[in-house]
């Protein structure tokens, strides 16, 4: 596009026919634009008229959740009732807590081990980094479900199961392959000659890295935290299958879900995508830093 | 691909990035590598399945024969064996105790053995409920010989020191736990085998003469609970319904998720607000989705309000109930979609940023149409990462759960995770489940291997 803006100051005299093929291109890059607005902005409504929806659900009264047909209009009565109704539901507020406690022990868990990890492969070059590299990528592709049960029977055998520690290792365990991959990136993205100036000033390897790297690199870590605890959050198999007693959030709302009103689970559901959507948001920089890594 | 900058090297302290990735990698193997091997196990070996049969009434006497699990015997004889003492109170297990007693002699001197408990009466205990003192029972039976035997040590087959006449007093100064063995006789592949083995492993029948094998102490590399998973009833529906779900959700997403990456790259003012509002789905649960498309197909949704509202139904049609499965997979399709686009869409704009400029302006310049410079630019140079992410996601469609659950019920329409699920949680039948665990890795190994293959002989006619 840029090159076709360039030919639009002629130093010379420009025929006709000139002008007209200006004109027509100029119209066919306006029509283009209009269109892809278009388009980005019917997508938008896809994404967002469901959310909506459910939004819409959660934020009024439980006999407006019951009520045919609904009306498309959102919040008619704006209220907190049926919001309240849920997190008043036994064994929520204690999932709740469950959850933080998960998701706090994995992002913590997981980032002071994969850091190392993510530091090393992007400042070494080590025989088997490759090897390394790839089983990572190969560990981030397999499905929850397929380590779920035998950790639950490891788990059952050994007397930890059903508990929240026990829950943390294991999502530990799945945002780790993630995890180590960001960091590499986000370590990559300080050049080495920053630490190496560092250093030729008198810092030591470790002074280089803490006043150095690491102010540089909290934003990026931070980044793939929050997204560790998003994964946590959301995960529901795992959780579903390791506890009993001690349920996160998505797991009791699963287990609970054919016994329960339209009212709670509506309101569940919304109360689940929060952290998504605050989230999303702060990190949405770090999204192809994140995930550009993975398809390398 | 964005080229990262080249590692840099330092040749001395060659061993620090090993010791860097050495915390992950021990995660990994202990986490991630053994419980997968866990789960392999799991569902191709069954635990007691044979019970070894002894020559003698002895853990450490040779090998008779083994019988499977369930086989029916007969109990010829019943000995106590001393035990040690951690396995006292195994469940099912049969005890019997026997005292060390001194006491008057047949030969008149004082002598000392063990007895077993039955043929002592016990006179006196001490405050806290020890045997201290009795006397030995008298036998009824005049065809038995009416002297009672004193063991070395406890149990049938020691020593003998000494014999006790009915009634003589005796000091009782110690006791021990034996477990019973049984004398058993079973037939297992035309093979009749004979011996001893312990009574933790039996359960007995009727007047304690028959029996039958409860569980073994051998585990044996079995099929059963793979044959048990094919031959479930939900195993084919639900292999069915998770192919038939990756073939309709993929190539969906593999299109909106390029239209949306070309919508993002086309650098439009706002289009930071459009890429938020894009990946807005990635940080989203999977169940909270199920909640959200529930709520626009149940049958009081926005579906049926909308429709109604605008006059094309006149009362609420039904979408989620077993004679209209079809719209249950059109609500779980649309549902994955909705979800799992972002992901892709993420990876395509990462490859599509490293897509030279030049190239996409040349295409342009030499006036391509939009749909020629997708088919014959973008995407053969997206092929990589369009390769990364058609992997990601058919493995990530294997575990599609929560969705199907929410929107099904559970039961109407059954994917493989929801199998698993089902078989570990309300079955309790941890083998089994094991094995749907394993047959998802399988496929998920084979597509891996499918798609990698494909791409690369893709590459080779086009190169």
């Known amino acids: 596009m840029t090159s076709v803006t360039r030919v639009q100051k002629p130093a010379v005299q420009v025929s006709p026919e000139v002008k007209a093929i200006h004109r027509h291109m100029l119209r066919r890059q306006r029509l283009g634009r209009a269109v892809t607005y278009l388009v980005g902005i019917l997508i938008s409504l896809w994404v967002l008229i469901p959310i909506l929806f459910i939004t819409s659900m959660a934020l009024t009264t439980p006999a407006e959740v019951r009520a045919y047909p609904k009306g498309i209009l959102p919040f008619i009565p704006l209220s907190t009732e049926t919001l309240e109704f849920f997190l008043r539901s036994r064994g929520i507020l204690p999932g709740l807590r469950n959850s933080v406690v998960v998701a706090v022990i994995t992002l913590i868990l997981s980032t002071l081990i994969a850091a190392p990890a993510g530091y090393a492969l992007s400042r070494f070059a080590f025989r088997g980094r490759d090897v390394f590299r790839l089983s990572i990528l190969a560990v981030r592709a397999f499905p929850i ?26 999502h530990t365990a ?94 569940g559901g919304f109360f689940m995508m929060i952290p998504a959507l605050i989230f999303i948001f702060y990190i949405r920089r770090y999204l192809f830093n994140m995930w550009g890594q993975i398809s390398k | 691909m964005t080229t990262a900058p080249a590692p840099k090297t330092r040749k001395k302290m060659n061993w620090v990035p090993y010791l860097l990735i050495l915390p992950s990698l021990v995660y990994l193997a202990l986490f991630f590598a053994w419980p997968m091997v866990q789960g392999l196990i799991l569902s191709i070996r069954e635990d007691g399945a044979l019970l070894t049969v002894r020559s003698k009434s002895e853990q450490a006497s040779s090998m008779a024969g083994q019988l499977p699990r369930g086989t029916q015997v007969d109990i010829l004889q019943r000995q106590g064996n001393p035990i040690p003492p951690e396995s006292v109170q195994e469940s099912n297990q049969l005890t019997e105790v026997w005292f060390r007693v001194r006491g008057m002699g047949v030969e008149g001197q004082l002598i000392e053995g063990w007895v077993p408990e039955r043929r002592i009466r016990v006179r006196e205990s001490d405050e806290s409920g020890r045997p201290v003192s009795g006397s030995v029972r008298s036998i009824l039976s005049s065809s038995v010989d009416p002297l009672t035997y004193l063991h070395m040590e406890a149990g049938e087959d020691s020593e003998i020191v000494g014999q006790m006449e009915a009634r003589t007093t005796v000091e009782i100064l110690d006791q021990a736990t034996l477990e019973v063995w049984f004398l058993i006789h079973g037939e297992y592949e035309n093979k009749t085998i004979e011996g001893w083995v312990p009574s933790r492993y039996i359960s007995t029948l009727g007047d304690g003469t028959r029996g039958r094998i409860e569980v073994g102490d051998t585990s044996q590399f079995t099929t059963r609970y793979i044959q048990r998973m094919v031959n479930d009833r939900f195993f084919w529906p639900a292999l069915r319904t998770t192919l038939l779900l990756i073939v309709l959700i993929i190539p969906a997403q593999f299109i909106l998720a390029i239209i949306m990456a070309l919508v993002i790259q086309a650098d439009l003012k706002g289009s930071g607000i459009f890429l938020y509002i894009f990946a807005i789905a990635l940080g989203l649960s999977d169940l909270a989705v199920g909640i959200v498309w529930y709520s626009i197909f149940t049958q009081f949704g926005y579906l049926n309000s909308i429709l109604q ?15 209209t499965r079809y719209w249950i997979l059109i609500a779980v399709w649309l549902a994955e979609v909705w979800r799992a686009t972002a992901l892709v869409m993420v990876i395509v704009v990462a490859g599509m940023q490293a897509i030279p400029r030049e190239v996409l302006e ?57 199998e698993t699920y089902r078989q570990y949680y309300d079955l309790q039948n941890f083998n089994v489940a094991g094995a749907y665990a394993s047959f998802i890795l399988l496929l998920s190994m084979i597509t891996s291997f499918f798609y990698l293959r494909a791409v690369r002989t893709q590459e080779e006619v086009i190169g």
């Open chain 1, 174 to 267: 799945l945002a780790l392959p993630t995890t180590i991959l960001v960091l590499s990136s986000v370590f990559s993205s300080v050049p080495y000659e920053l630490e190496e100036a560092a250093m030729v000033f008198g810092c030591s390897p470790g002074q280089a890295f803490r006043h150095v790297v690491l102010p540089l690199v909290m934003p990026g870590i931070a980044a793939s935290a929050i997204f560790t605890f998003v994964l946590s959050w959301n995960e529901v198999f795992a959780a579903t299958i390791l506890t009993i007693q001690n349920r996160t959030l998505p797991a009791q709302v699963l287990v609970t879900l054919n016994q329960s009103s339209e009212p709670y689970q509506f309101a």
């Open chain 2, 362 to 418: 040349a295409g342009e310049v030499f006036g391509a149409t939009l749909w020629q410079r997708v088919r014959y630019i973008i995407i053969p140079l997206l092929r990589p990462s369009l390769q990364v992410a058609l992997i990601l996601r058919t493995i990530l469609a294997f575990q599609v759960f929560a969705v199907v659950i929410v929107l099904s019920g559970g039961d109407v329409m059954t994917v493989l995770a929801n």
């Open chain 2, 309 to 323: 509202g605008i006059g094309l139904i006149d009362a609420p049609l039904t979408y989620l109930s077993a004679d």
């Open chain 1, 145 to 170: 479900v397929i380590l779920s049960i035998p950790l639950a029977v490891v788990f059952l055998r050994t007397g930890i199961y059903d508990s929240v520690y026990s829950l943390a290792l294991m």
